[in-house]
């Protein structure tokens, strides 16, 4: 019965397509369990990325209320309009009496705008008050760097300027970056826009440590960028940066770092690209700057590198993108975790399989030698049994001949 080829057929049969369930079982858990993490991955991100941009959104406009309860106040409307009045060359700006009273009044409005500085500037982009003394009468750093932003606040709105290079260091790092929320200054009609009055804003404050709060996990991170790929808030990564020569030592990574694709894992030893400024935008940064919001869970390479996953948007108020990252290594952890064991129970099981397959076939081979071995022992000794009884059927025939003759004799 274990030679017949059907039979063996049949087995062979049954245990390939037990092995192909298992295999496609094994194959379509550990897909679908995949699927589900990055899709559970993208929702966090977006979660946390939509968390995150409602919080600056709060925190912009509350800096907006605090200075346009200042600008439209009457004193400082009238402050500015007779500051305007005066000649515009920095002696007379610092002898006059309005620069003195707007210190003066914006000293106690500290609560409100910080101490960081301010700026009231006429329509020509000139600096007419500020804290510093060698910045008034000289063309201010906003009309210089942001033309575009500082003219819509002539067309009435309030505008965040994103970091720009800063005429001031702060906490002693180099190359520092500031920043500036800026609102119109109407005249006593309230009709006309007269001049722009900044408030002062350092980027690695509070802005950066609202974006900063937005992360998943011990990788994860949230930041911001400008139009030319420009990192805009601090990265959480600066001792990573260091080491890889983005930036130097006591330098902020904001408008230090572009939110390029250098191409390999920094991190893990690939060259450092020697055209920064030069390298493509990382793919989610390219789709921010070009209006997508979006996310992507397969993985692509941040800033630094390293493959990560993110979601994004290009928020066109306040002239910045946003993204929420984190590392797909740590991201797809769990997922690993399981798809690791699963394979283990796979190749347990197939190894089984094999091992009950063979011992079957051998058990099998065995039993048909075995079967073979009696069937011949049994052939041999019927051919034996049959030589036996054909031998004594010729002595008892014999024997009745003899006795049969002997019986005739005796008639006779």
């Not at 409005?109 to 007419?128: H, M």
């Not at 330098?251 to 060259?271: A, F, K, Q, T, Y």
């Not at 209006?291 to 996953?309: A, F, K, S, W």
């Not at 975790?337 to 079957?360: C, K, P, W």
């Amino acid at each position: 019965i274990y030679q017949s080829k059907e039979l063996k057929g049949l087995g062979l049969l049954l245990i390939g397509i037990f092995l192909c369930v298992v295999v496609l079982s094994a194959w379509y858990t550990v897909k679908s369990v995949e699927d589900r993490t990055r899709q559970d991955i993208g929702y966090s991100l977006q979660t946390i990325l939509r968390s995150t941009h409602e919080a600056l959104i709060l925190w912009v406009d509350r800096k907006k209320t605090d200075l346009l309860t200042i600008t439209e106040s009457f004193g400082p409307r009238t402050l500015v309009r007779n500051l305007l009045q005066v000649p515009r060359n920095q002696n007379d700006l610092l002898k006059s009496g309005e620069l003195f009273q707007i210190r003066n009044l914006l000293q106690f409005e500290k609560k409100k705008i910080g101490d960081t500085g301010f700026f009231v500037i006429a329509p020509d982009g000139i600096s007419l008050a500020s804290m510093r003394d060698e910045n008034i009468g000289t063309p201010n750093l906003i009309y210089k760097q942001k033309r575009l932003l500082f003219d819509k606040v002539f067309k009435g709105q309030t505008v965040l300027i994103p970091p720009i290079a800063s005429d001031i260091q702060f906490s002693g790092a180099k190359n520092s970056a500031t920043m500036f929320l800026v609102a119109p200054v109407m005249d006593l009609s309230g009709k006309k826009v007269i001049a722009a009055m900044a408030m002062r804003l350092d980027p690695t404050g509070e802005f950066s440590r609202i974006i900063q709060l937005g992360r998943m996990g011990l990788s994860g991170e949230t930041y911001t960028f400008d139009q030319q790929g420009g990192l805009m808030s601090e990265s959480r990564f600066a001792g990573d940066l260091q080491q890889i020569g983005l930036i130097g030592e006591y330098e902020h990574s904001i408008m230090r770092v572009r939110v390029g694709d250098p191409g390999g894992n920094l991190l893990e030893g690939h060259p450092l690209p020697t055209d920064l400024k030069g390298l493509p935008l990382t793919m989610m940064a390219a789709q921010a700057t070009a209006g997508n919001n979006g996310m992507n869970v397969l993985g692509y390479r941040d800033y630094r590198g390293v493959p990560v996953m993110g979601a994004w948007l290009w928020d066109e108020d306040l002239s910045l993108g946003m993204t929420t990252e984190v590392d797909v290594d740590e991201a797809l952890n769990s997922y690993f975790t399981i798809r690791n064991t699963v394979l283990i129970v796979l190749g347990v099981t197939v190894t089984m399989a094999l091992i009950l397959t063979g011992l079957t076939t051998w058990v099998g081979r065995s039993a048909n030698r075995s079967l073979s071995k009696a069937r011949d022992e049994l052939e041999r000794k019927v051919e034996e049994r049959t030589a036996e009884v054909a031998e004594k059927e010729a002595h008892l025939r014999l024997a009745m001949d003899t006795m049969t003759d002997g019986i005739f004799m005796l008639d006779g």
